[in-house]
């Protein structure tokens, strides 16, 4: 760490890019960060001339504030404020205590879990991987500190707390996936049978292929398949 080379001047010839670059993030991440943080007050003052864009941005912050209950819109900008203290901490540690750094994380992730134990989501299943997450965060630091304790290796307790983590993302990617295949093939569907009520002349047949060609027109199978995922429909 640079931070504790007494070697190196401030601002010196290695530091000063270093220094640029975090007050350009600075300068964008923190309107950024604070705006999120105070979203609400912001919605209600947005009939004022200064705050017109609010309302032009709505479609961006929905992307934030949509899955949380109204109380809640606050959170993502609050999790950000949280991230930036614990950097802000950890960063400027010049005695490089690494236990202290662990407590830290632990009591962090700790009040987070119990505050989010109401549920802050809107989707509960939203709700039991926020707790997830936390209690995964609490167990992997909490791990660490102990086997830094014991002079061990914490590699196992890593492995397994990034791995469930890892599976989880990859189940919540092909959890989105399935739901966006099956939304496109009832469209698709539902297609089909508005063409065959405005144009009743036009064999099954020929409006089956144009709209859905994973279907052979020829293949009375695939037909009846497709006739059967209408009915629900009809």
Request: one cysteine or more; aromatic letters at 14%; proline letters at 3%.
């Amino acid at each position: 760490m640079w931070s504790v080379d007494g070697n190196i001047y401030y601002l010196g010839e290695s530091h000063v890019i270093l220094f640029v670059i975090a007050i350009i993030v600075g300068l964008i991440t923190l309107p950024y960060t604070l705006v999120l943080l105070f979203i609400q007050c912001l919605r209600r003052r947005s009939n004022m001339k200064v705050l017109f864009w609010v309302n032009k941005l709505k479609p961006f912050f929905d992307a934030y504030t949509g899955p949380y209950k109204d109380n809640y819109h606050f959170w993502t900008g609050f999790l950000l404020v949280v991230r930036i203290g614990l950097f802000m901490i950890i960063a400027v540690d010049t005695h490089n205590s690494q236990l202290r750094n662990i407590t830290l994380i632990i009591a962090t992730t700790s009040v987070l879990f119990v505050i989010t134990r109401p549920g802050i989501y809107k989707n509960w299943t939203l709700n039991v991987i926020e707790v997830f997450i936390y209690a995964n965060l609490t167990v992997l630091a909490v791990g660490t500190a102990y086997t830094a304790g014991l002079n061990h290796s914490n590699n196992t307790i890593i492995v397994v707390c990034v791995g469930s983590v890892f599976l989880l993302f990859c189940g919540i990617v092909v959890y989105h996936i399935l739901k966006k295949l099956s939304v496109t093939r009832r469209w698709g569907l539902m297609k089909v049978w508005l063409l065959d009520r405005r144009w009743p002349w036009m064999k099954k047949k020929q409006i089956r292929s144009l709209i859905l060609p994973y279907v052979d027109p020829d293949n009375d199978e695939d037909l009846s398949s497709s006739d059967s995922e209408l009915d629900p429909i009809l």
